[in-house]
């Protein structure tokens, strides 16, 4: 069994780790822009279905109640055998 002390360390820093996370996700990363290469963005699912691949997305809201964003670009979309670009 954990002794008391340890137990409160052990809070201590993993509460300092996910607040760590949650400035580096809602400070740093999220007003970034994510099309800085300039090319399009497609839908994850959209691509997969396009596929004919069984893929699970949740439909639940991610943190904060936002939407989940299950992207790629358009070149990781593409089928290998196709230069057709995928589904928007």
Excluded: K
């Amino acid at each position: 069994m954990s002794e008391p002390d340890a137990d409160a360390t052990r809070r201590a820093y993993w509460s300092e780790q996910f607040d760590a996370a949650y400035r580096f996700m809602f400070e740093a990363i999220l007003p970034y822009p994510v099309a800085e290469c300039g090319e399009p963005l497609v839908s994850l699912q959209q691509a997969t279905e396009a596929a004919d691949v069984s893929v699970q997305f949740s439909s639940r809201p991610h943190v904060n109640g936002l939407p989940r964003l299950c992207c790629t670009t358009c070149a990781m979309a593409r089928s290998p055998d196709s230069s057709a670009p995928p589904p928007r």
